[in-house]
Nanobody
Framework: QVQIVESGGGLVQPGGSLRLSCAAS????????MSWYRQAPGKERELVAS?????SYADSVKGRFTISTDNAKSTVYLQMNSLKPEDTAVYYC????????????WGQGTQVTVSS
């Protein structure tokens, strides 16, 4: 059974930091591209960062956010520094595999609120 569980969200002041974690199970972690998305109220879900062969970031988070993985723990992290109010959103973890055995899995999301 596939499970993707995010944690680490919360309330933080502008300029602060948070580290999100995404623990995956039920599939071969190393064969999937792992990504973090976010969705703010009234907005579409957007890609924040992705890792899988190469690493990429949305322009809005470059230099502030860092995505990393621990294959031994089947976990992907998102270190978020210098947080801004516009980073407030529900953050979702995604696992995607392309090709013959294409699959796409989502977590339930974790709320990040940046406010003073």
């Amino acid at each position: 059974q596939v499970q993707i569980v995010e944690s680490g969200g919360g309330l933080v002041q502008p300029g602060g930091s948070l580290r999100l974690s995404c623990a995956a199970s039920g599939f071969t972690f190393s064969m999937y591209a792992m990504s973090w998305y976010r969705q703010a109220p009234g907005k579409e879900r957007e890609l924040v960062a992705s890792v899988g062969g190469s690493t990429s970031y949305a322009d809005s988070v470059k230099g502030r956010f860092t995505i990393s993985t621990d294959n031994a723990k089947s976990t992907v992290y998102l270190q978020m520094n210098s947080l801004k109010p516009e980073d407030t959103a529900v953050y979702y973890c995604n696992a995607r595999r392309m090709g013959l055995f294409a699959s796409n899995y989502w977590g339930q999301g974790t709320q990040v609120t940046v406010s003073s």
